[in-house]
């Protein structure tokens, strides 16, 4: 299990990690879904899901509030009114009926899968020194990748060009981001 500063990863049993027998990675046994949820509800329904035993991953970003008496630092969801969970479809049901859940994300009312590499991309900015902020819709732009740094091979979209370059990690299926600030040397074409 991984509790991050800035994202929740809850494990789950290992017939949701994908795991085979052995320890090793099983293609085609659980992918990761966009859950939208109730306004406000994403922790409610993060830890739940974890509690039955689904892989969930709650990507977070630290702000702070201010009150009459004081000031305090708060996790919020980056997506808000979204989580993400790693099953399989034997278990839509179940994560349909977690409280707070309002429905997977997909066409048809079938759920699309999320790439790997779209989850593994937000994993690692969430979890790395580098300060990011949300992003509320994909801008057109030229698909760059990360080439040094905690976030090496990473892909994304080009939002602005200057001596600091600014990229977009997104989910594509939800139509949000992230975005961070790189030196333009550290960014490339793809």
């Known amino acids: ?6 994202g ?3 494990s789950g049993a290992d017939r949701d990690l994908g795991m085979g027998a052995l320890g090793g990675k099983v293609e085609g046994l659980s992918s990761w879904y966009a859950l939208r949820t109730r306004s406000r509800q994403e922790k409610m329904t993060s830890k739940f899901l974890k509690k039955t035993g689904i892989e969930v991953f709650l990507p977070t970003i630290s702000r702070v509030r201010q009150w009459k008496d004081r000031r305090m630092r708060i996790l ?3 997506f808000p009114g979204y989580c993400f969970v790693r099953c399989d479809m034997m278990r839509f049901r179940q994560v349909r ?7 997977l994300v997909g066409n048809a009312g079938k759920p699309v899968p999320i790439p790997e590499e779209e989850i593994d991309a937000v994993q690692r900015l969430v979890y790395c020194t580098l300060p990011y ?4 819709s994909l801008e057109p732009g030229t698909k760059v990748r990360v080439i040094r740094g905690p976030l090496t091979d990473v892909e994304g979209v080009l939002l602005r060009k200057a001596p600091r370059m600014k990229v977009l990690i997104s989910i594509n299926l939800l139509h949000q981001g992230a975005t961070v600030t790189l030196e333009s040397e550290d960014v490339v074409a793809v």
């Open 8 to 10: 929740i990863n809850l």
């Open 133 to 136: 902020d949300p992003h509320p």
């Open 1 to 6: 299990m991984k509790n991050g500063v800035n």
């Open 97 to 103: 009926m977690a409280p707070g859940a309002v429905e």
């Open 76 to 78: 919020f969801p980056l």
